[in-house]
């Protein structure tokens, strides 16, 4: 029997209620299309954890239907999961002339790159992805080679923005895609998803060109060297940045892993120019006079172990920052790292450098976000005139605030979708609705191990970081119970031992007391002995301390 | 033989380089001055930690010349220490009717009430403390009765002009004391100590009364209940929520320990003028409609434990936040607390809530600082012409940028001192030059622990936090070292232990086989044991996983 309906699913497996992680996922009876597969960085929380990707658990239960993944783009946030998710779910991946040097990169480093169909597209390209089409427009981003998605599914156009601000003035001299946008606009679409990151800042963000005129103006000024931090991926800021060196006839040496792979695979890919003999390396830059150095640097974001903090604290292996240097950060704080960036400000002021930071500098800006700000997004809007709308990228409260600006364009109320990651828009018949949830989820990786990690393990690493840890160590005669050895008390991360004697002591007593206790009332089961020391000596602990050590009671029988 | 000169040093024991833990001395050959003695909350590195306060060890050493402890106004960062240092150090406390209020429910809660000399002061109180005398000048700050200090030495005037800004129309119609001011700058100003909070702000910093006028803007179109949420101690903004509620006809309930606190103690003192029958028990509130209701909270900065944030989350004993609500944030985040507050404003956001937060509502702003931006800066080196200036409270770019306005009002800039805690400036015949460095330090406080945390908790804390623990325990025999029981292996915070048994069967083995290796080769002393076993292990664990929990062998002997 020849099926009557079609329906169409959109939902998110991460990037709704949150910044990072970013996957979407449009299914059709027949076929799964995926945009983007990125990472996220921990939450505070979540102690130890180097990173986050989505649960795939539901890619993976209807993996013969899944068409392939397309990435907007080359940010973490898009392509950081992507190796991860290949090694189980072995897919063709779409993506532009950049963003797959920088897929390819990281492919080779999970050794997964010659089992991986990599398909390169530009803004012109249409691929079929089984009954669904995608075609795509360029937009501007604070990393060239940013594209928005049109897939064509059986129950209309479904739009997906991509990361987007609106640059009149690129760098690069390629404006978005204004004609294509309002195209796909007239034709019609059923639904839009709108990158959502900025939906709280008014006006527009500026131009990315201005960002060339502030470090430019900063170099005309600096008598001595100048060190440059910014977004290891913001390509056209890294030209920017070479561009102004060479005209004021200074050479580049560039600091910190990041950094140095990014330019090369940009070099490569012809998306930065840079002339022979601009860039030197790090040893020779004590050859040549300060006002003949620039470095370029990683760290913009005062992450502990990154260059241009090591240089701060004068840790660097090669480059030390010198008094008389004009530091330029060309960023702004990501939330969480506001403490971070402080720090190295103010360490760099300490040495004797002159710092230039933010979106405020006393030559403008020295950094403008990738993301439109309000007038974009309703600009977006304008273009593509969806039926339906679901905000996307973004925290609650700048989807909620993307869902305001949608209804002040026109779109009804109750064809705007706020989701959670796993939540479905249900299309058919040309109508929307809520569908049924799907599995989604936070895989944690911590060193190699891939969701080995979950919520007791975080739970115990939150305790042990708060009050350490006592394990206290007994052997007992297998023949009559009575204490052999011990009880041996070791403590870390509790006190200092050296001032705590009497408090440690006292422990011991307790415990020894409660063994013999627990012997003299037949107590001899060894889960009951244990927990009879973890309450007595965890009670005694906190009336001494008000702290709540983990105790780890050892039994040994012999 | 009479002394020929007199000499004076500043220096401070906390709150230079920092935000928190002020403590500002002022020392002649005779007398010590102190000027007041707060705490700081820990930095993300200090697990565990629930407070900082200063190293007093200087004081305790020259005890015999401490005079009294001068303290400025009622906030943390200048009262919180001060329990602990009179433990060590009783002196006489000088502080103003609202300040002494605050002070006295920490020490009775210490129960150093009785035996604490406290003595009220005013703006025209004049004290003397040994061979210098202080007098006091209304200034205009988050939290009422705050004072700048003016302490008369051998050498000369020396300001301190605590936490301030000039709010030209205060809630309380209490302007500072500009007069004052300009008479204690005519009469001369060796060393002003001044505020830097603000110093890299531009302009002016906005009057209280503008957020009350917000708060009535946010009343009058406010359809159901009302919860606002600010700062404990910002009595007078908590008085214009009283007056909005008045206004409109709401009533009060209040919650959270330290609203009520400073609720009760400014009302008794006079601060605040609530009439009979405005606040009402939080359990009658559901019995009145939601248009007559205002409650008032703590958690203004997302802290996990506060009350706003339990109601967020639902997790509050007696308030729940409902659909309809408007919820007041009147506050912006302290460095560091940006993600708590995302956090709790997407949670009410999706319970239906409307929230106004931060600078920017829609009703103008419903937070100011209380500290003073560059004009006022400005103003106060204007008014005081010191002939040296060292600025104070703040972290080091914000002091230097200090030192860079007093320079543009003239101060030269071989007599601006920028300070670490412990830097002393030294007086003596007009003339300033540094002088020698005194002990300084953190005192960390971990529930009734002072100062038992140092850095080898706390590295242990880091390591335990970030990849757990594995204890590793065996007992050999006395007679000839051979395994009587174990290795046995307990893993707490390094991994799940069900998804990871074969990884710990195989550190088992390798346990087993590193002591079979060391007692064949007679390697026997325990601590060569222990290494060999954290080195093996930890190499293995470290191949198989990236990560490096900490080990802990355990041998018994039998």
């Known amino acids: 029997m020849a099926k009557v309906t079609n329906r169409v699913l959109i939902f998110a497996l991460g990037g709704v209620g949150e910044i990072g992680k970013n996957m979407y996922v449009i299914e059709s009876d027949d076929d799964i299309v995926v945009i983007d597969a990125g990472l996220k960085f921990p939450e505070e929380e979540m102690l130890g954890i180097d990173m986050v990707i989505p649960d795939i658990t539901y890619l993976l239960e209807h993996r013969d239907r899944v068409r392939g993944i397309i990435i907007t783009h080359g940010h973490e946030d898009h392509i950081g999961g992507l190796s991860y998710v290949l090694k189980h779910l072995n897919v063709p991946v779409y993506a532009t002339k950049l963003t797959l040097g920088l897929i390819d990169a990281k492919l080779k480093e999970a050794g997964i790159l010659g089992d991986t169909k990599r398909i390169l597209i530009n803004s012109e390209s249409e691929i079929t992805l089984g009954s669904m089409k995608a075609t795509f427009f360029r937009t501007n981003h604070s990393i060239p080679d940013t594209v928005g998605v049109c897939v064509e599914t059986p129950e209309g156009y479904v739009v997906h923005t991509g ?298 690493r939150k305790l042990l970081s708060q009050d350490g840890i006592l394990v206290v160590v007994v052997t007992l005669s297998k023949q009559n119970g009575t204490i052999l050895s011990g009880p041996d008390i070791i403590s870390r991360g509790f006190v200092y031992v050296r001032e705590s004697e009497e408090l440690l002591d006292e422990a011991n007593r307790i415990v020894t007391q409660t063994l013999v206790k627990c012997m003299e009332e037949n107590v001899n089961e060894w889960s009951s002995l244990k927990n009879n020391v973890k309450d007595t000596l965890g009670r005694y602990l906190y009336e001494q301390t008000r702290r709540r050590p983990m105790i780890l009671p050892i039994i040994m029988e012999v």
Not at 199 to 226: Q, Y
Not at 266 to 293: F, Q, W
Not at 389 to 412: S, T
């Open 163 to 460: 990361d987007f601000k609106f640059d009149q003035t690129p760098v690069n001299g390629q404006a978005a895609d204004l004609a294509k946008m309002a195209l796909i606009g007239e034709r019609g679409v059923l639904c839009l998803l709108s990158d959502s990151t900025n939906a709280e800042r008014p006006g527009f963000t500026g131009s990315e060109r201005s960002v060339g005129e502030a470090i430019k103006d900063v170099f005309n000024r600096a008598p001595g060297r100048i060190i440059v931090s910014t977004f290891a991926s913001n390509v056209h800021r890294i030209q920017q940045v070479f561009d102004a060196a060479m005209l004021f006839n200074r050479k580049v040496a560039v600091v910190g892993r990041s950094m140095v792979n990014v330019i090369n695979i940009s070099k490569d890919l012809g998306y930065l120019h840079v002339p022979e003999g601009v860039i030197v390396d790090t040893d020779e830059i004590n050859k040549l006079a300060a006002d003949r150095v620039v470095i370029l640097s990683t760290g913009s974001q005062g992450e502990p172990m990154s260059a241009l903090t090591r240089m701060a604290r004068s840790a660097h292996r090669k480059v030390d920052i010198l008094p008389g240097d004009t530091v330029i950060i060309a960023a702004t704080p990501i939330p969480g790292n506001e403490k971070y960036i402080s720090r190295t400000i103010d360490q760099l002021y300490r040495i004797g450098a002159d710092v230039i930071y933010g979106g405020h500098g006393p030559s403008g800006p020295v950094h403008v976000s990738g993301h439109g700000s309000q007038e974009e997004l309703r600009l977006m809007l304008n273009l593509m005139r969806p039926k339906y709308f679901i905000p996307v990228h973004g925290e609650y409260r700048m989807l909620r605030m993307h869902g305001v600006l949608a209804e002040q364009v026109g779109v009804p109320e109750e064809n705007i979708f706020l989701l959670d990651n796993g939540d479905t828009v249900e299309f058919a018949g040309g109508k929307a609705r809520y569908g049924p949830k799907v599995h989604s989820g936070n895989v944690l990786i911590d060193g190699l191990g891939v969701g080995d990690v979950g919520n007791i393990v975080l739970r115990d």
